[in-house]
């Protein structure tokens, strides 16, 4: 990744741009609620987010040189010069069409294991939800009916190319025979909870 153009652009205020083979981006999601989402995405992949509570942007990905410290600072500040941008452009379309409803997506879902599913081997679980909008979900894991929270590991949420995003909840188990794992998705976008299922019910 070329760090030093992302630097760059970022410090020229762009908002957008192609750097080499990379597609580098600065992507601002404002709510009605009146929160605003910044972050910075490389080839569909967030790199980093702004944390208006913590007043700094927080690394998506780790591993990234040191020099990326200075970069942070200057990124945070641009992050927090689209809160007022936001704002007004959410006043502004809130007049230009009062009550007109904001974009919502139901998400769909899927559970798999990273590895095939062998009795007694450890194991993880993967429920990943996919093409929802806005990017607010909840996952809630369950086994033989009771919600765990152990070994429960969720990711950041990732863009897709159409706007939606998708994310990923895992959960670290040992299969056993007659055990059911499901996971429950909830979205703004859904009437009730999607919920998938992993492995057999007993006979
Ligand atoms: C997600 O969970 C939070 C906290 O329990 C809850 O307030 C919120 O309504 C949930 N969202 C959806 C879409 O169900």
Redesign the pocket.
């Known amino acids: 990744m070329a760090l030093s153009a992302i630097i760059l652009l970022i410090s020229t205020g762009a908002v957008s741009a192609t750097t080499s083979s990379h597609q580098f981006h600065y992507i601002y999601s404002c709510y009605e609620s009146n929160d605003v989402r910044v972050d910075v995405v490389v080839d569909d992949v967030v790199i980093a987010y702004a944390d208006f509570n913590k007043g700094e942007m927080v690394m998506a990905v780790p591993k990234l040189p040191q020099s990326v410290k200075e970069w942070k600072k200057r990124a945070y500040e641009i992050a927090k010069t689209s809160i007022a941008h936001c704002h007004s452009s959410l006043f502004t379309a809130k007049g230009a069409d009062p009550g007109s409803p904001m974009r919502q997506e139901a998400p769909d879902s899927f559970v798999y294991t990273r590895y095939g599913g062998e009795e007694d081997v450890f194991n993880t679980l993967y429920c990943l939800a996919n093409h929802f909008y806005p990017a607010?979900?909840?996952f809630t894991w369950a086994k033989n009916g009771v919600e765990v929270t152990e070994g429960v590991f969720n990711l950041r949420y990732q863009h897709n190319a159409d706007g939606t995003f998708h994310r990923i909840s895992t959960l670290t188990f040992t299969p056993q025979e007659g055990d059911v794992y499901s996971c429950k998705v909830?979205?703004?976008a859904l009437q009730q909870p999607l919920t998938k299922t992993w492995g057999k019910e007993e006979i």
Request: zero cysteines.
């Open positions: 607010t979900i909840n909830e979205h703004q």
